[in-house]
């Protein structure tokens, strides 16, 4: 495994510098596979850093799947995978109780196997294939890090992390996720389709014999070291009301911007705000600056709140977008003019 060195002998501390080179060294591995997809992968990287989950939303083809498995193999973490359908159960996910009986005594006891949840990465594919029922079964180990069965709470590994993928266009026998899951992924990730020179690229590299190998660059502990290192990064005054700001401002009713007034049925809640800001702070970090900036803010506001915004029915009528009601509310909503480091 290729493990980059991440400790300050000395000081017995992570090292800022060194954990950056591993990131960079994971987008090189996770390049052998993927062609393009730089936005995609900015995106995950920060959901990563975060601590947080994420929700990777595209047509079939766009090699979500392929993404978060190369980004599993290129970190020394337990990957499992759930293809989810109409049929699985909450116990497919969390595990259940067998029952084992002693050769010798005849004895019987119950053991807990534990599910495909007991895991550092999770890919959840297709989440919107299966029931709600099941789909909350990822509720609580999203939130609490905790699964609870077999009448016991058991701790999940450190870190965690749900990457699910969906399917935007094809919704028939499919379940849209309830309103209070979306809302446990950080990001909303949206992929497109590449431009010409990717997808030459594409068929060139996957057409052939061989597939490139990736070498393990991250493992736990730097996971974890690096999610300290960024609810490190200081946040201030100013920009905390820009992100509340920002907020507020898709509530309906009460919102200064006209567009939220008239199309928006319910506007993001305050995980919103915290979303904001924790992206904003992995964002800054990612780029090597000690603090965030207005742009960082805005850089994140798309995937942070396209998923946290119900229009209603005259924005359907009219054509109004989610998208469309994010820029106009970053473009109507004024930023503090000091008081958040520039770039």
Avoid: C
């Avoid at 567009?259 to 319910?266: G, N, P």
């Amino acid at each position: 495994m290729k493990t980059l060195h991440i400790t300050d002998t000395a000081a017995a501390t992570p090292n800022p510098e060194a954990l950056l080179a591993a990131i960079q060294e994971l987008r090189v591995q996770v390049g052998k596979r993927i062609v393009g997809q730089q936005r995609v992968m900015d995106e995950v990287l920060m959901a990563l850093v975060s601590g947080r989950h994420a929700l990777l939303v595209g047509v079939p083809g766009l090699a979500k799947t392929l993404l978060i498995r190369a980004l599993a193999e290129a970190m020394h973490l337990k990957f499992r995978r759930i293809q989810f359908t109409p049929d699985l159960v909450p116990s497919d996910i969390t595990g259940t109780e067998v029952m084992d009986e002693d050769s010798g005594s005849g004895k019987r006891s119950f053991r807990f196997v534990e599910g495909p949840i007991f895991a550092n990465v999770v890919l959840a594919d297709e989440i919107n294939r299966t029931p709600p029922r099941t789909q909350a079964a990822l509720l609580e180990g999203m939130q609490e890090h905790s699964v609870t069965a077999a009448g016991r709470t058991m701790p999940l590994p450190a870190p965690f992390f749900v990457l699910a993928t969906q399917n935007p266009i094809e919704q028939e026998g499919t379940y849209p996720l309830p309103e209070a899951q979306l809302d446990r992924f950080l990001f909303d990730i949206r992929i497109g389709y590449p431009d010409d020179e990717e997808e030459v690229e594409i068929l060139r590299t996957t057409t052939g014999l061989d597939s490139a190998s990736i070498e393990a660059v991250l493992d736990a502990d730097q996971a974890l070291a690096l999610q300290r290192m960024v609810r490190d990064v200081p946040a201030a005054d100013a920009a905390l009301r820009y992100a509340s700001a920002l907020v507020r401002a898709t509530r309906g009713e009460g919102s200064p911007v006209e567009t939220v007034r008239d199309y928006v049925r319910w506007g993001a809640g305050p995980r919103a705000g915290q979303a904001l800001i924790l992206g904003a702070k992995a964002h800054a970090f990612l780029n090597g600056r000690p603090n965030i900036a207005i742009e960082d803010i805005r850089r994140v506001a798309h995937p942070v709140l396209r998923h946290r915004i119900l229009l209603n029915f005259a924005a359907s009528s009219d054509g109004v977008t989610v998208e469309k009601v994010i820029d106009t509310v970053l473009s109507e909503v004024a930023a503090p003019v000091s008081g958040i480091a520039a770039r």
